[in-house]
């Protein structure tokens, strides 16, 4: 399996931050990496796809970057609704494994 | 646009079977995806379990793959899981999702989730 380690595992920011989360991966993942947002019981929703891809209708604030094993999520200028989980995810091999998890909270 | 919604019983009996279905709306389940289960026990991370693709290929996770099943029912426009032999271990929200056959996609929509509880 592919082990996904995210970091850090919380943060504390403010409205109008740049956030930044590193997701490794422990191997080779091609840029087959995508990054969700899940808020407090609610379904996760897909941000970005192919480690760069903005998926349609996510704000341009969510950026994604890296190749191979490394990579990141920025929010530029964080907003309210941003507080949440975000999970990084790689669909290169099966199983398709997930990060633990980024919460981002209110500072 | 595509809507996934998941049902079934929300409490299942230890060494009982887990059974979900998640109906699709909005869409043809012949379309060229993967349709696929996520679970997440309370307060903990996300864990894929399984998809099948449209042509009627699946993976599964291999922590899981002696006891789920993941099937299609065209003519209800629905897919659904099958867990066996359940433990409290497998208490999570169980999410249905669409991941588009496009080599870089990921999974979305997602179904809203549906809590299953193991318990006797």
């Known amino acids: 399996d592919i082990q996904m380690t995210q970091s850090p595992s919380s943060l504390s920011a403010s409205v109008g931050d740049r956030v930044t989360i590193a997701c490794r991966a422990s191997?080779?993942?091609?840029?087959?990496l995508n990054w969700y947002q899940q808020k407090s019981g609610k379904a996760p929703k897909l941000l970005i796809y192919?480690?760069?891809t903005l998926q349609n209708g996510v704000p341009s604030r969510f950026s994604g970057s890296g190749s191979g094993t490394e990579f990141t999520l920025t929010i530029s200028g964080l907003q309210p609704e941003d507080f949440a989980t975000y999970y990084c995810?790689?669909?290169?091999?099966?199983?398709?494994?997930f990060g633990q998890g980024t919460q981002v909270d209110l500072k | 646009q595509v809507q996934l919604q998941e049902s079934g019983p929300g409490l299942v009996k230890p060494s009982g079977t887990l059974s979900l279905t998640c109906a699709v709306s909005?869409?043809?389940?012949?379309?060229?995806?993967?349709w696929s289960w996520v679970r997440q026990p309370p307060g903990k991370g996300l864990e894929w379990i399984g998809e099948?693709?449209?042509?009627?290929?699946?993976n599964y996770n291999p922590s899981l793959k002696s006891r789920v099943t993941i099937s299609v029912d065209k003519s209800k426009n629905q897919f659904s899981l099958n867990l066996t032999s359940v433990t409290a271990a497998d208490t999570a929200v169980y999410f249905c999702?669409?991941?588009?056959?496009?080599?870089?996609?990921?999974?979305?929509?997602w179904g809203q989730g549906t809590l299953v509880t193991v318990s006797s």
């Open positions: 099948m693709y449209h042509l009627g290929s699946t």
């Open positions: 995810q790689q669909t290169y091999s099966i199983p398709r494994t």
């Open positions: 909005g869409g043809s389940i012949s379309s060229t995806n993967w």
């Open positions: 191997q080779n993942t091609n840029n087959y």
């Open positions: 192919g480690a760069s």
């Open positions: 999702a669409k991941k588009s056959a496009g080599i870089l996609s990921g999974y979305s929509p």
